[in-house]
Antibody, heavy 118, light 113 residues
Framework: QVQLVQSGAEVKKPGASVKVSCEAS????????IHWVRQAPGQGLEWMGR????????DYAQKFQGRVTMTRDTSITTAYLDVSRLRSDDTAVYYC???????????WGQGTLVTVSS | DIVMTQSPVSLAVSLGERATINCKSS????????????LAWFQQKPGQPPKLLIY???IRESGVPDRFSGSGSGTDFTLTISSLQAEDVAVYYC?????????FGPGTKVDIK
């Protein structure tokens, strides 16, 4: 079955960077986009961007351009989200998700809590 | 960017009664080339990732109970829970997949009356 397993919770200081991983299994990794979505405490869902694992092509929400990098390692079917220059308002649960039909995210990782605090 | 709005912000429905959630996009999300609306609905329970319920506005994801249905086209969409069950208590989000950024609605909280 399709599984996306994310790395564990992180605590970072303002100005630092964080890298979250998302290991995929149960399907052909290269074929389907991986999206990243975040959710601040008690807030709604925010789409950050996506990566096409085969080509490495990315689309980022304008809000995150220049501060977020999405990469992948196809040899280990893992996608990564790098967020730099962290601020307190980056405190959130970060989710990865697979886009099966270019129509919706049909499988989600369990989420990774990133806490930014001095 | 396409702005997604949802109404109501929250609603409380008696068990077995109908719940209706509305979602509106600031731009058309209908692709005339394939006649599909790029609108999805998700259910999220506390401490869990979102779960896909509906895609292409009206196609139920595999395994989703048939009491959940989606309708609408263009800019106006509806998620209906025909007979609310206790396990349906959650926050529901719509999301457009028409243009990046793939924006979400603000969510609608559904509770039992």
């Amino acid at each position: 079955q399709v599984q996306l397993v994310q790395s564990g919770a992180e605590v970072k200081k303002p100005g630092a960077s964080v890298k979250v991983s998302c290991e995929a299994s149960g399907y052909t990794f290269n074929v389907y986009y991986i999206h990243w979505v975040r959710q601040a405490p008690g807030q709604g869902l925010e789409w950050m961007g996506r990566i096409q694992p085969n080509s490495g092509a990315t689309d980022y929400a304008q809000k995150f351009q220049g501060r977020v990098t999405m990469t992948r390692d196809t040899s280990i079917t893992t996608a990564y989200l790098d967020v730099s220059r962290l601020r307190s308002d980056d405190t959130a649960v970060y989710y990865c998700g697979r886009d099966f039909r270019n129509a919706a995210i049909d499988n989600w990782g369990q989420g990774t809590l990133v806490t930014v605090s001095s | 960017d396409i702005v997604m709005t949802q109404s109501p912000v929250s609603l409380a429905v008696s068990l077995g009664e109908r719940a209706t959630i509305n979602c509106k996009s600031s731009q058309n999300v209908f692709y005339s080339s394939n006649k599909k609306n790029y609108l999805a609905w998700f259910q999220q329970k506390p401490g869990q990732p979102p779960k896909l319920l509906i895609y292409w506005a009206s196609i139920r994801e595999s395994g989703v109970p048939d009491r959940f249905s989606g309708s609408g086209s263009g800019t106006d969409f509806t998620l209906t829970i025909s007979s609310l069950q206790a396990e349906d208590v959650a926050v529901y989000y719509c999301q457009q997949f028409y243009n990046t950024p793939f924006t979400f609605g603000p969510g609608t909280k559904v509770d039992i009356k």
